[in-house]
């Protein structure tokens, strides 16, 4: 009865205010394989999706946007949308930014590095038709557009001691400041995995806001700044 009082009293006190979109891949023809198509959408679906949004009454932020919303800077005027997208493939450009840029939707690529330089260690069967330097840089001409890193190889942080942590972290960070010219200050937890060494790492890097792999819908929390809750975008539905 405790921890159901106390859960209500937590909604109550911290109202839900809007959704962060997780996506990977978004693709005209979809993979033959389901663990692979869990992770893509079509560019009708994409399209579907933001229209029954807008349609719904909400607004599509950026993540900056978000960042003042959870910790209260900022004053919600209707629910909100952010859309990210993670790992940095070539689609992203080619088949997303296309109906990005159509509905003017803010969206941010979180980037691993060794994905884009195509580094062994980290690249496998799935990793591939990655977005090349230029494309990112393109990709950021556009006021649309938010950068974010997603550490040198993706591996799962909570099982790394914490100098392997802040070189995966740190290190991708300051690869993409050097590379685009600007500050990086946007996050995503490969997996969605962290512990209590990743957010004192992450705090001290100059990131504002970090988002998760799961957690649902988003609540005004400053407490939750550098662990925001996404929602799957998957071909049938949001998880």
């Not at 930014?97 to 003017?104: N, V």
């Not at 069967?125 to 040198?152: A, E, R, W, Y």
């Not at 705090?203 to 662990?227: F, H």
Request: net charge positive.
């Amino acid at each position: 009865m405790f921890r159901k009082l106390k859960r209500y009293y937590y909604q109550l006190t911290h109202p839900i205010i809007g959704e962060v979109w997780q996506l990977h891949r978004v693709r005209s023809r979809l993979s033959e394989q389901n663990e692979l198509r869990r992770y893509e959408v079509t560019p009708t679906r994409l399209e579907t999706l933001i229209l029954n949004y807008k349609q719904r009454g909400y607004g599509f932020v950026s993540m900056n946007d978000i960042h003042d919303y959870v910790i209260g800077k900022k004053k919600l005027k209707q629910k909100f949308v952010a859309v990210t997208l993670d790992d940095g493939y070539e689609d992203n450009l080619l088949e997303a930014y296309p109906i990005f840029e159509k509905y003017q939707v803010p969206f941010c690529i979180y980037i691993t590095k060794q994905y884009i330089t195509g580094e062994k260690e980290a690249c496998d069967d799935v990793h591939f038709n990655m977005l090349s330097v230029d494309q990112i840089k393109t990709l950021l001409q556009s006021p649309l557009c938010t950068i974010g890193g997603h550490t040198l190889s993706h591996r799962r942080l909570s099982q790394l001691d914490i100098e392997e942590q802040t070189k995966e972290i740190i290190d991708c960070q300051t690869w993409l400041e050097d590379l685009l010219h600007i500050s990086i200050v946007d996050f995503s937890y490969p997996y969605g995995d962290y512990n209590v060494d990743t957010l004192q790492i992450i705090s001290k890097s100059g990131i504002r806001q970090a988002v998760a792999a799961w957690g649902g819908d988003v609540r005004k929390d400053k407490s939750k700044v550098l662990c925001i809750p996404r929602k799957l975008v998957t071909q049938i539905s949001i998880k």
